[in-house]
């Protein structure tokens, strides 16, 4: 009965390859949105920054973006958990192209800056909730089939972003509208296409839980975050001991504090449950994605600038320069996820992808201004694959580590410290580069100073009388060639080739310190993730997961309520007496909570019942030629009994009767094992 039961019980896939991929379609408009809008305006914020006469407000508009994505991602990640995936993707596409229908109307930077915040309020959603749908869908082990589709996204906007950025923002006007307008306006034709597919082919169940919203707790790790967002990036402006850096620190502290403590009180309801972090492969994947994430943008955002100001690129071509990153972190993401996919394991990819990383930077720190670049993109190739096989796998753990309920905190989660981890990390590297800069450039000229190439450039009259040269020349002859501005290295591309060298050079070598800061954070993020446990990956999807623990709740709960009831009526006699006046009723109460149980527990519950009748036939039937071959073997007993009063032997009767050793014993004897059988 139990292998014919348990066929019911093994359901199709919640959906179909074909409906996961309509599903997926609406995911990857969703996080094109995103992530087109992060490479097209970094291309085109120094135009706009000019139009409106604003450019060393710039970085405003960036640290606006980065706070309000950064801070709305783990309630994205809480609130669908509460009230659904779909409402709240549908929201946060909506409030994303708000955000960038807004910021064409922009007429200075301070209003780009706040509608660029209003825009990251509904970027906060788009790529964890994208990633958390993703996982109600597919189960881990078959989400490498479908990963690939994402990361192409990534790979594809970081290849047309740069370009149509720079297109849009070198055009004077386009149907009568400003450019670099239009890199805003891109927005809305693929938002309203992600919208239209969303709406449509986005309908996963969604059972509704009564809990409170942690609004608390997202005010306090607001007053946490953007005091430190603030300062991460605008501290090297300010100094990083002025009395507005110290002032976030100490704003930030409390912030965090106060969050830590509004999460304790408010336990499973919270926005960030700390129970989470009791979890050994939730918070050591934590800690992972945050290192890695340092690492990761600390490397991302020094290898452009190396490419535009030691190699000259353009930042277009800089960021075709870096495709060779980006197509090895989506060759080895696609591998690694179908590897998983076939075998399980999981545990390997992260150690492997940091190993990577930190084997690809080290090589990246090593060039300098006459390495290749095609030396330099085999470099890139390694770093991208150490990218591709290690941030998903860590996601991946984390989802499994918490209850499938949890699936938007866990994916919010993950999302969440990958981008603190970016910020600290692009702040921090930038900071020791623009730090090392001037020191490694007098190093450089002071090293050059003797050569004849140097002193031959400092005799030439063109240079003499070069007005382009006159600035450098100048700060030579004091000493103070470190002290030149480096706001606008543009004037580089102007000079003297045998003037711009030195300068090359210690931007090269402030780039190789860098980059070896992010080594050391790689080594350490190394050694963390080598402690994540090995995690079991689950069969199934999330929302089936889901279901099935709501139904083993169920049936715990079920049997709680049956206990009390069925109790007495067990225990209760077989003759019905006063004392069982109120028994029909509590039968009857006790048959409706077996039917709910049974109906959740069985799908399909006429199909099991006729299963279960098939099998208690063939029951009755064994147990007919039971007492058959029982009664047959009582006649045979009596007969052997006789034939041995008779004088016979037991060989003899057993030869007799072409008895085999074993039925020879089983009949011989006081026949206590037939008594015993019957």
Same mark, same amino acid.
């Given at each position: 009965?139990?292998?014919?039961?348990?066929?019911?019980?093994?359901?199709?896939?919640?959906? *179909?390859?074909?409906?996961?991929?309509?599903?997926?379609?609406?995911?990857?408009?969703?996080?094109?949105?995103?992530?087109?809008?992060?490479?097209?305006?970094?291309?085109?914020?120094?135009?706009?920054?000019?139009?409106?006469?604003?450019? *060393?407000?710039?970085?405003?508009?960036?640290?606006?973006?980065?706070?309000?994505?950064?801070?709305?991602?783990?309630?994205?990640?809480?609130? *669908?958990?509460?009230?659904?995936?779909?409402?709240?993707?549908?929201?946060?596409?909506?409030?994303?192209?708000?955000?960038?229908?807004?910021?064409?109307?922009?007429?200075?930077?301070?209003?780009?800056?706040?509608? @660029?915040?209003?825009?990251?309020?509904?970027?906060?959603?788009?790529?964890?909730?994208?990633?958390?749908?993703?996982?109600?869908?597919?189960?881990?082990?078959?989400?490498?089939?479908?990963?690939?589709?994402?990361?192409?996204?990534?790979?594809?906007?970081?290849?047309?972003?740069?370009?149509?950025?720079?297109?849009?923002?070198?055009?004077?006007?386009?149907?009568?509208?400003?450019?670099?307008?239009?890199?805003? /306006?891109?927005?809305?034709?693929?938002?309203?296409?992600?919208?239209?597919?969303?709406?449509?082919?986005?309908?996963?169940?969604?059972?509704?839980?009564?809990?409170?919203?942690?609004?608390?707790?997202? /005010?306090?790790?607001?007053?946490?975050?953007?005091?430190?967002?603030?300062?991460?990036?605008?501290?090297?402006?300010?100094?990083?001991?002025?009395?507005?850096?110290?002032?976030?620190?100490?704003?930030?502290?409390?912030?965090?504090?106060?969050?830590?403590?509004?999460?304790?009180?408010?336990?499973?309801? #919270?926005?960030?449950?700390?129970?989470?972090?009791?979890?050994?492969?939730?918070?050591?994947?934590?800690?992972?994605?945050?290192? +890695?994430?340092?690492?990761?943008?600390?490397?991302?955002?020094?290898?452009?600038?190396?490419?535009?100001?030691?190699?000259?690129?353009?930042?277009?071509? *800089?960021?075709?320069?870096?495709?060779?990153?980006?197509?090895?972190?989506?060759?080895?993401?696609?591998?690694?996820?179908?590897?998983?996919?076939?075998?399980?394991?999981?545990?390997?990819?992260?150690?492997?992808?940091?190993?990577?990383?930190?084997?690809?930077?080290?090589?990246?720190?090593?060039?300098?201004?006459?390495?290749?670049?095609?030396?330099?993109?085999?470099?890139?190739?390694?770093?991208?694959?150490?990218?591709?096989?290690?941030?998903?796998?860590?996601?991946?753990?984390?989802?499994?580590?918490?209850?499938?309920?949890?699936?938007? +905190?866990?994916?919010?989660?993950?999302?969440?410290?990958?981008?603190?981890?970016?910020?600290?990390?692009?702040?921090?590297?930038?900071?020791?580069?623009?730090? #090392?800069?001037?020191?490694?450039?007098?190093?450089?000229?002071?090293? #050059?100073?003797?050569?004849?190439?140097?002193?031959?450039?400092?005799?030439?009259?063109?240079?003499?009388?070069?007005?382009?040269?006159?600035?450098?020349?100048?700060?030579?002859?004091?000493?103070?060639?470190?002290?030149?501005?480096?706001?606008?290295?543009?004037?580089?591309? $102007?000079?003297?080739?045998?003037?711009?060298?030195?300068?090359?050079?210690?931007?090269?070598?402030?780039?190789?310190?860098?980059?070896?800061?992010?080594?050391?954070?790689?080594?350490?993020?190394?050694?963390?993730?080598?402690?994540?446990?090995?995690?079991?990956?689950?069969?199934?999807?999330?929302?089936?997961?889901?279901?099935?623990?709501?139904?083993?709740?169920?049936?715990?709960?079920?049997?709680?309520?049956?206990?009390?009831?069925?109790?007495?009526? &067990?225990?209760?006699?077989?003759?019905?007496?006063?004392?069982?006046?109120?028994?029909?009723?509590?039968?009857? $109460?006790?048959?409706?909570?077996?039917?709910?149980?049974?109906?959740?527990?069985?799908?399909?519950?006429?199909?099991?019942?006729?299963?279960?009748? &098939?099998?208690? @036939?063939?029951?009755?039937?064994?147990?007919?030629? $039971?007492?058959?071959?029982?009664?047959?073997?009582?006649?045979?007993?009596?007969?052997? @009994?006789?034939?041995?009063? $008779?004088?016979?032997?037991?060989?003899?009767?057993?030869?007799?009767?072409?008895?085999?050793?074993?039925?020879?014993?089983?009949?011989?004897?006081?026949?206590?094992?037939?008594?015993?059988? +019957?």
């Amino acid at each position: 009965m139990t292998t014919s039961l348990a066929a019911p019980a093994e359901r199709k896939p919640l959906l *179909s390859h074909r409906q996961i991929l309509a599903i997926l379609a609406g995911l990857m408009a969703g996080m094109f949105l995103a992530s087109l809008d992060q490479t097209i305006v970094s291309t085109s914020i120094r135009t706009i920054a000019d139009d409106l006469d604003g450019l *060393s407000l710039q970085a405003w508009v960036t640290t606006a973006y980065l706070i309000t994505s950064t801070l709305t991602t783990p309630l994205y990640g809480k609130l *669908s958990d509460l009230y659904g995936r779909k409402p709240l993707f549908l929201i946060a596409i909506t409030i994303f192209l708000i955000g960038s229908v807004a910021c064409t109307f922009s007429e200075s930077m301070f209003q780009l800056a706040g509608f @660029r915040a209003l825009q990251g309020l509904g970027a906060g959603g788009l790529l964890s909730l994208a990633m958390t749908i993703l996982g109600d869908i597919v189960s881990p082990r078959e989400r490498a089939k479908y990963q690939g589709y994402l990361v192409a996204v990534f790979g594809t906007s970081s290849v047309l972003g740069p370009l149509i950025g720079g297109f849009l923002a070198g055009q004077s006007e386009i149907l009568g509208i400003t450019g670099w307008r239009w890199v805003f /306006l891109v927005n809305v034709p693929i938002g309203a296409v992600a919208l239209v597919i969303v709406a449509k082919v986005l309908n996963l169940p969604h059972q509704a839980r009564d809990a409170k919203v942690d609004w608390p707790g997202a /005010l306090a790790l607001a007053l946490g975050l953007v005091p430190l967002l603030l300062v991460a990036e605008q501290g090297r402006a300010w100094g990083w001991t002025s009395a507005a850096a110290l002032s976030c620190f100490g704003i930030g502290v409390v912030g965090l504090a106060l969050f830590v403590y509004v999460e304790h009180r408010y336990g499973d309801d #919270a926005l960030l449950p700390l129970r989470s972090f009791r979890i050994r492969a939730f918070s050591v994947g934590t800690g992972g994605i945050l290192l +890695v994430g340092m690492g990761m943008f600390g490397g991302m955002a020094a290898l452009p600038l190396y490419l535009q100001i030691v190699k000259g690129a353009t930042p277009t071509a *800089s960021g075709l320069l870096i495709l060779p990153m980006v197509l090895g972190m989506m060759s080895m993401s696609i591998v690694s996820g179908r590897v998983i996919s076939r075998t399980g394991q999981l545990k390997m990819w992260p150690v492997l992808g940091v190993s990577l990383m930190l084997v690809g930077l080290i090589l990246i720190s090593g060039i300098g201004v006459d390495t290749p670049l095609w030396l330099t993109a085999i470099y890139m190739l390694i770093f991208g694959w150490g990218l591709g096989s290690s941030m998903q796998p860590m996601t991946l753990t984390m989802q499994n580590a918490l209850p499938a309920r949890d699936m938007g +905190v866990a994916t919010a989660s993950a999302t969440f410290f990958r981008q603190m981890g970016g910020t600290l990390g692009t702040a921090v590297f930038l900071s020791i580069l623009f730090g #090392a800069v001037p020191g490694r450039i007098t190093a450089a000229f002071q090293a #050059a100073a003797p050569t004849p190439a140097l002193q031959a450039a400092l005799a030439d009259p063109a240079v003499q009388s070069n007005p382009v040269d006159a600035g450098v020349l100048a700060a030579l002859s004091k000493g103070t060639e470190g002290t030149i501005s480096l706001t606008d290295t543009s004037f580089l591309n $102007h000079i003297d080739e045998r003037l711009a060298l030195p300068f090359l050079q210690g931007y090269s070598s402030a780039m190789s310190l860098t980059f070896l800061c992010g080594t050391a954070v790689l080594a350490i993020g190394l050694v963390l993730v080598a402690f994540l446990p090995r995690v079991t990956l689950r069969q199934v999807s999330g929302l089936e997961q889901q279901r099935a623990d709501e139904a083993a709740l169920a049936e715990v709960t079920l049997a709680a309520e049956l206990a009390p009831v069925a109790g007495p009526a &067990v225990a209760a006699p077989a003759v019905a007496g006063p004392a069982q006046a109120g028994a029909p009723e509590a039968t009857t $109460h006790r048959d409706r909570l077996r039917d709910r149980l049974l109906g959740l527990l069985i799908p399909d519950l006429d199909g099991a019942l006729a299963t279960l009748a &098939v099998a208690e @036939r063939a029951r009755d039937g064994a147990r007919r030629a $039971h007492w058959e071959v029982t009664e047959h073997a009582a006649t045979l007993i009596e007969a052997r @009994r006789e034939l041995i009063r $008779h004088g016979l032997t037991g060989d003899q009767i057993n030869e007799l009767l072409l008895l085999s050793s074993a039925e020879a014993a089983r009949t011989s004897g006081n026949g206590s094992a037939v008594s015993r059988s +019957v």
